[in-house]
């Protein structure tokens, strides 16, 4: 069956630095477009970025563009997230997730469109 499995999260002062992966089994992950979300405690899951098949569309959300960096190694079947000046308000559980629909529907539709879910890794912020 298809397993999303999520590392690298941890705690980390403001204006550091983290980098997620997500490992990917039980899928063509070419043919999948993949996403990042998080979600705060409280708060609604979010959209964070998202990377075509061959990895030329990367949306991003407002709150983290130019400060995230969304990356895929097909031949790995990994999906990163490289995130820099990491803020307080950045604190949330990080999900990866597959799509079969284009990056920018993705983007526009959010957490819908997502076929499959990892169980994601905390990230916490320290100010």
């Known amino acids: 069956q298809v397993q999303l499995v999520e590392s690298g999260g941890g705690l980390v002062q403001a204006g550091g630095s983290l980098r997620l992966s997500c490992a990917a089994s039980?899928?063509?992950?070419?043919?999948?477009?993949m996403g990042w979300f998080r979600q705060a405690p409280g708060k609604e899951r979010e959209f964070v970025a998202a990377?075509?098949?061959?990895?030329?569309?990367?949306p991003y959300s407002d709150s983290v563009k130019g400060r995230f960096t969304i990356s895929r190694d097909n031949a790995k079947n990994t999906v990163y997230l490289q995130m820099n000046s990491l803020k307080p308000e950045d604190t949330a559980g990080y999900y990866c997730?597959?799509?079969?629909?284009?990056?920018?529907?993705?983007?526009?539709?959010?957490?819908?469109?997502?076929?499959?879910w990892g169980k994601g890794t905390l990230v916490t912020v320290s100010s």
């Open positions: 997730a597959a799509s079969l629909k284009p990056a920018q529907v993705v983007s526009g539709t959010g957490a819908h469109a997502m076929e499959y």
């Open positions: 039980g899928l063509t992950f070419s043919n999948y477009v």
């Open positions: 990377i075509s098949w061959r990895g030329t569309v990367t």
